[in-house]
């Protein structure tokens, strides 16, 4: 399979203050790297504020990043004009957290449906069966186009949001966190939902979220950042090797009885993005920390096929033992 999405070296920097206040500098995401395939469902995961979302925006080319390259279907994002941006735009589209607040609450389902068509200036000829056609692709019934989104559940809404997505056939679909806000059985359909979409229309996902048990059920490979840098890309069904993962790992839900594991709490703060650390930024809160990660920052190196950590003393447990255990000396 060939590279839909490429993106090498970005980075973006926010800055603040002015006549007043010392100008500063925020850094959201730093020299970010990774290939997505055609067809395949990437995730991205962290705490909150580590720049997945920030990420999902510059791959989006919504807004412009400090430096690097992003890459779509072989055509450099940078170099195009604005109204070739535009064109560009029908084939990767984003679906919101919040499907609460993704739709304009005065626009009907109808109406919120057809937005994508209107902003193209490409209307369907009938769009009546347009609408119909989305929404029976998204398990709802053709009588919501007349309601409007105070009338709908959460889990109905994000459907929505998931149907205006698709309505231009994108071939990559940027998914922020598109299940947080919702039911935990809400939840196990959407995610259904999206599988059954990427199989029959060809996607290609990059999947944000928090959860990490959620991303290795439902990701082909996944990306795990730390104060907006890469600190780990491994495929889902590898033991993690940097004590970061290791942590999301051992916080998510393990319903089994015979597996139970014994929860880790990280101690320290998250470094601010303002005054980024020496060395490793995970140093302050790492089990494992020496001086020399907080002297030099780790690159990422490989750890065999397409699994790469940024560590000084990666984890070396087996995958059975990351269930079982928790020590890592």
Known sequence: ???????????RRFSDGGLL????TFHAVSNVSFALKKGQILGVVGESGCGKSTLARLVLRLITPSEGQVTFDGVDMASLSRQDMRRLRQRMQL?????????????????????PFRVQGAMPRSADETVASLL???????????????????????????ARALALNPSLVVLDEPTASLDVSVQAQIVSLLERLRQDLGLTYLFISHDLGLVRYFCDQ???????RIVEVLPSTAAPKHPYTRAL???????????????TRLAGEIPSGYDLP??????????RV?????????????QGGAHQVACHHPLTAAPDAIIDERSVA
């Not at 051992?250 to 594991?261: A, G, L, Q, V, Y």
């Open 21 to 24: 206040r010392k100008r500063k």
């Open 1 to 11: 399979m060939s590279d839909l999405l490429t993106v090498n070296g970005l980075s």
């Open 278 to 287: 020496t060395g490793c930024a995970f140093a302050n809160r790492c089990p």
């Open 249 to 263: 790992l051992d916080s998510t839900f393990e319903p089994d009885p015979k597996r139970r594991r014994t929860v």
């Open 290 to 302: 020496t001086d020399l990660c907080r002297r030099e920052l780790p690159t990422l190196w490989s």
């Open 136 to 162: 029976d692709m998204v398990g709802l019934n053709s009588a919501l186009a007349a309601s409007y989104p105070h009338q709908l559940s959460g889990g109905q809404k994000q459907r929505i949001g998931i």
């Open 95 to 115: 679906v919101f957290q919040d499907p609460y607040s993704a739709i304009d609450p005065r626009y009907s389902i109808r109406d919120a449906l057809l937005e």
């Open 222 to 228: 996944i990306l795990v950042m730390y104060l907006g």
